[in-house]
C-alpha cells in the first residue's frame, strides 16, 4: 500500500534534482584490469604460456588430434529447416482463458486476425511461420462454441471443439497473405489491393483436402461423415449445429482465395477516408476471381 | 521551558533534528537560530478534512477499484492574491498516490539527462596525426631507444591511443511504461510532499509580474513555480506575466516532465490539466503490448 510510504514522505525534506540517487546496490563498480593491488600484476591472465599471450588455438581444437566435430559424420537433421514450415502452437487452455477474459470474441468467428489482436498469440511470419495450430492440452476443460479457423489441428482438439458444438477449419495462407493477415492495418495503410490467397504447395495439398483434418479445400460431406466418426471414436453426442441459434454464424467460412470475412481480392482499402475502392475493369474481375 | 515556548518553532523541525537526539523532542539548548528562520511546515496547508463545507468540484472521471481511495486537494483560484479556496477535487489514486519508487525517478531523470547528449569530444589516432611516418633514426647504433614514427603515443605531440573517439551518442530509451511510471511517482511525491497545487484555470486580472510574485509569496507556494495548462495557448496576461520571470515558468500539459517538476519548488496544475494527465498515464496501467508503430492507426489508441 502506498499510504504509509507516502506519509513517510511528508516528514522527509524536498524531492530535487540534488536528492536523487540510485538504489543502494544497484550500480556495481565495472572490474578494471590493470589497476591496482587486485586488478592489476597479470590482470587476471594467468602465469606465461598461451594463455597469458593470447595466443591458444581455436575453440574446438585438441592440440592436433581429430577433433570431436569433425569425428561425427554429418547427417541432415538440420538439413531444410528454414524451408520447413512452423506453426505457432496454441492450447486449448490458452483459448479458453482469452475467452473467459472477453479477449476473444466467441460470437464471431475466430480469425487467426482476432487472435493476434487479442495478443493471443505472436506470429512471425519471416521466421517460416505459416500460422498457428490447435494442440489438445486442456481439451478436458474446453467449454465454448466457437467457430474457429487453424492451419493445423491435431485430432483431440478437433474432438474437443466438435464435442461443444463449434466448427474448426483448417486453411492456409501463404506468407505474404499471413502477413497481411496478422497486421493488417500496416498493410491497409500502403494502399496496395487485396491480393487473392495463393493455394496451397503440392506436398500440403493432401493435408487440406482430406476430411479427417477438416481441411478447406474438403467435400462438405466428407466432413459430416468424418464429425460423426470423430464422435464415435471418442465417445460423444455430435450436436447438432443446423438447430442453433448462432448456426448463420457458425456456418460462415471463408472462400478459397479470401484473406478477410468482409473483403474480396482485389479492392483495396482507403485508411484515411474511410472507402473501399473495388475494381471495375473486367481483365481484373476475372483474375481475381478465378 | 519558556524560552522554547516563544520560539516560532513548531513540532516539524523538532522532529527533523529529533533523529541526532534519542527521543526528545526539545530543540539543544546551545543552538542558536537566526531570527528570521520561518518553519515551512507550519506555512503549508493541511490537507481538507472529511466534513468540509466547500464544494466537490471535480470527482474522478476513470472507475476507482474498490480498494482505493481517490486523494483530496483544495482547488485555488489565481484571480485575486489572497482569496479562499473554491472548492475541492478528487485525485485519481493511481497517479497522484502511487508508491514513491524514487529509483525510478532517478532512473528517468538520468534518462532524460543522457539520451540527448552527443559528445563531440574527438582526438587524433597516431595515424592521424599529421607526419610521421619515416622512421626517426636507425633501429640500432644511434645509442637512443628505438623508435618507428615520432607520433607513437610514447612520445609528445603524439595520437593518443584510448581517447575519445568521434562524436559519441549516449541515446537510449527507457521502457514507455517507466517513463510513465516515472511521471506518475514524481506527481504522487509533489503531492505526498504539499507542493502540488490545484487551480481552476490561469487566468490573472494583471499581466504584472509583480502580482504573481506576492500571490505566490502570499501562499507560500515557494521560491520556484511550474504553471502547468493543457493547450497551447495561454491566456495574454499569464504569458506577459511570465515572460521575464526566472522561477516561474508555463509549459503545456504534454511538456510536462520529470526534470521540470523536481527543479521547480511547486507544482500548479489546472483542472483541465488534471482531467489530461490521468486519461493519458492511467491508458498505459490497461493497455495491450503494441502490433506495429503507435503512429498508425489504432482502434482502441487514445
Redesign the interface.
Known amino acids: 500500500m502506498?499510504?504509509s510510504?507516502?506519509?513517510v514522505?511528508?516528514?522527509?525534506?524536498?524531492?530535487?534534482?540534488a536528492n536523487?540517487?540510485?538504489?543502494p546496490g544497484?550500480r556495481k563498480n565495472e572490474k578494471r584490469r590493470g589497476r591496482g593491488q587486485h586488478g592489476g600484476n597479470r590482470s587476471g591472465r594467468g602465469h606465461k604460456g598461451e594463455r597469458q599471450r593470447g595466443t591458444r588455438p581455436r575453440l574446438g581444437f585438441e592440440g592436433g588430434q581429430t577433433p570431436f566435430y569433425l569425428r561425427i559424420p554429418k547427417y541432415g537433421f538440420n538439413e531444410g529447416h528454414s524451408r520447413r514450415p512452423q506453426y505457432q502452437p496454441l492450447t486449448l487452455k490458452r483459448l479458453q482463458y482469452l475467452i473467459d477474459l472477453g479477449r476473444v470474441d466467441p460470437s464471431q468467428p475466430i480469425d487467426l486476425t482476432q487472435l493476434?489482436?487479442a495478443?493471443g498469440v505472436t506470429i512471425q511470419p519471416l521466421k517460416r511461420d505459416y500460422g498457428v495450430q490447435l494442440v489438445d492440452e486442456g481439451s478436458d476443460i474446453f467449454a465454448a462454441k466457437i467457430n474457429i479457423e487453424v492451419q493445423r489441428a491435431t485430432e483431440g482438439a478437433i474432438a474437443a471443439i466438435e464435442r461443444n458444438g463449434g466448427i474448426i477449419t483448417n486453411s492456409f495462407y501463404d506468407p505474404i497473405s499471413l502477413g497481411i493477415l496478422?497486421?493488417p492495418?500496416?498493410f491497409f495503410?500502403r494502399g496496395q489491393p487485396i491480393p487473392k490467397r495463393m493455394l496451397p504447395g503440392e506436398d500440403m495439398v493432401p493435408y487440406y483436402m482430406s476430411a479427417e483434418n477438416r481441411g478447406y479445400l474438403a467435400d462438405p460431406e466428407e466432413i459430416q461423415q468424418a464429425r460423426r466418426a470423430l464422435a464415435q471414436k471418442y465417445g460423444y453426442v455430435l450436436p447438432d449445429i443446423s438447430k442453433d441459434e448462432l448456426c448463420h454464424m457458425l456456418a460462415m467460412r471463408k472462400d478459397v482465395r479470401q484473406i478477410f470475412f468482409g473483403l474480396s481480392p482485389g479492392w483495396v482499402v482507403n485508411?484515411p477516408e474511410k472507402k473501399i475502392l473495388k475494381p471495375t475493369d473486367e481483365k481484373l474481375l476475372q483474375y481475381y476471381s478465378s | 521551558m519558556l524560552r522554547f515556548s516563544c520560539l516560532v518553532f513548531s513540532r516539524g523541525a523538532a522532529r527533523r533534528f529529533a533523529s541526532s537526539f534519542s527521543s526528545e523532542t526539545a530543540l539543544p539548548p546551545n543552538l542558536r537560530l537566526p531570527s528570521n528562520l520561518v518553519d515551512p511546515d507550519r506555512l503549508k496547508r493541511p490537507p481538507p478534512p472529511e466534513d468540509s463545507s466547500l464544494p466537490l468540484i471535480r470527482k474522478c472521471d476513470a472507475a476507482l477499484p474498490a480498494h482505493l481511495s481517490p486523494v483530496r486537494t483544495w482547488v485555488d483560484t489565481l484571480e485575486s492574491k489572497d482569496s479562499e479556496p473554491l472548492g475541492l477535487t478528487e485525485l485519481h489514486p493511481d497517479v497522484f498516490a502511487v508508491t514513491p519508487r524514487l529509483d525510478i525517478l532517478h532512473a528517468v531523470e538520468t534518462w532524460q539527462r543522457n539520451y540527448k547528449r552527443i559528445s563531440h569530444a574527438n582526438t587524433k589516432v597516431r595515424s592521424e596525426v599529421r607526419g610521421g611516418g619515416r622512421k626517426p633514426w636507425k633501429q640500432k647504433g644511434s645509442g637512443r631507444a628505438r623508435h618507428g614514427s615520432i607520433r607513437s603515443p610514447l612520445w609528445r605531440g603524439g595520437g593518443v591511443s584510448h581517447g575519445p573517439r568521434g562524436p559519441n551518442s549516449y541515446y537510449y530509451m527507457l521502457p514507455m511504461k517507466v517513463r510513465v511510471q516515472g511521471l506518475k511517482v514524481a506527481l504522487s511525491s509533489k503531492m505526498a510532499q504539499q507542493y502540488l497545487h490545484v487551480v481552476d484555470s490561469l487566468n490573472i486580472p494583471t499581466p504584472d509580474s509583480q502580482y504573481l510574485l506576492e500571490l505566490i509569496r502570499n501562499r507560500h507556494w515557494g521560491e520556484s513555480v511550474l504553471l502547468v495548462d493543457v493547450s497551447q495557448e495561454f491566456p495574454e496576461n499569464i504569458l506577459q506575466a511570465t515572460a521575464n520571470l526566472k522561477t516561474v515558468n508555463l509549459i503545456p500539459a504534454i511538456g510536462l516532465n520529470v526534470h521540470s517538476m523536481l527543479k521547480h519548488e511547486a507544482v500548479i496544475l489546472t483542472l483541465d490539466t488534471v482531467r489530461f494527465l490521468e486519461e493519458k498515464l492511467l491508458w498505459h496501467d490497461e493497455r495491450y503490448t503494441f502490433l506495429y508503430p503507435f503512429k498508425l492507426p489504432y482502434s482502441d489508441f487514445p
Do not use: F
Open positions: 502506498a499510504g510510504s507516502l506519509d514522505l511528508q516528514n522527509l525534506p524536498r524531492i530535487t534534482l536523487l540517487r540510485p538504489e544497484a493476434v489482436n495478443r496478422i497486421k492495418v500496416p495503410m485508411m
